[in-house]
């Protein structure tokens, strides 16, 4: 149980263009999900939280203009980059929350490469 | 504010021996979670174990167990029997009854042969 899916794995694309990420919860609704990026040999850095039907809660540092966040369902959360730029590269993972326990569950990442 | 802390940035341990990697939080509350998770060169993260505050027992899980020092806010995790599956990076996490997430640094573990 409690597992979540995220799509693309991978992505390249050119400077200029957006890209949207995907998070699934597929097998629980989940109420929160969670935005983090990390760069290589280093800790998750949290973007944004995102509640199902509302805005999302970004971080103090992150571009709600640049980094999109929508909650539509319970079992799902987009992530788009829009305008992205070389320096967005980086590994994004997100999670979704289990209330009960608080504990959070993660996607298997996407790696972002913009050229 | 509220900080883990993990003062070792990297590990080894020897095959089938025990290790145990340590993380300190600091909080003003009373009720919060505690976690360990595990990420493989996969970068799948993987919830390894959880430690409820208010439980004085300390959680196991199979190989893997915590000693949690509520008093110190001490938070450490063994690892028995260590296998070649667990080299990875281990964060230490916690999260209050604000729903805050808080991740330490992380830990590189390299099991050797």
């Known amino acids: 149980g409690a597992v979540v899916s995220q799509h693309p794995s991978r992505v390249i694309c050119k400077s200029g263009t957006s890209v949207k990420i995907e998070c699934r919860s597929l097998d629980f609704q989940a109420t929160t999900m969670f935005w983090y990026r990390q760069f290589p040999k280093k800790s998750l850095m949290l973007m944004a939280t995102s509640n199902e039907g509302s805005k999302a809660t970004y971080e103090q540092g992150v571009e709600k203009d640049k980094f999109l966040i929508n909650h539509a369902s319970l079992t799902l959360s987009t992530l788009t980059v829009t305008s992205a730029h070389p320096e967005d590269s980086s590994f994004y993972i997100c999670?979704?929350?289990?209330?009960?326990?608080?504990?959070?569950?993660f996607g298997p990442g996407t790696r972002l490469t913009v050229t | 504010a509220q900080t883990v802390t993990q003062s070792q940035p990297e590990m080894s341990v020897q095959e089938a021996e025990t290790v145990t990697l340590s993380c300190t939080y600091d909080?003003?509350?009373?009720?919060?979670?505690l976690f360990w998770y595990k990420q493989p060169p996969s970068r799948q993260m993987i919830l390894v174990i959880r430690?409820?505050?208010?439980?004085?027992q300390n959680a196991t899980e199979n190989r893997f167990s915590v000693n949690f020092q509520k008093a110190a806010k001490s938070f450490s995790l063994k690892i028995s029997d260590s296998q070649l599956g667990d080299t990875a990076m281990y964060f230490c996490a916690f999260i209050n009854t604000g729903n805050q997430f808080y991740f330490g640094t992380g830990t590189s573990l390299t099991v050797i042969p």
């Open positions: 909080t003003s509350e009373s009720n919060y979670y």
């Open positions: 999670s979704a929350s289990v209330p009960a326990g608080r504990e959070q569950y």
């Open positions: 430690q409820e505050a208010y439980k004085q």
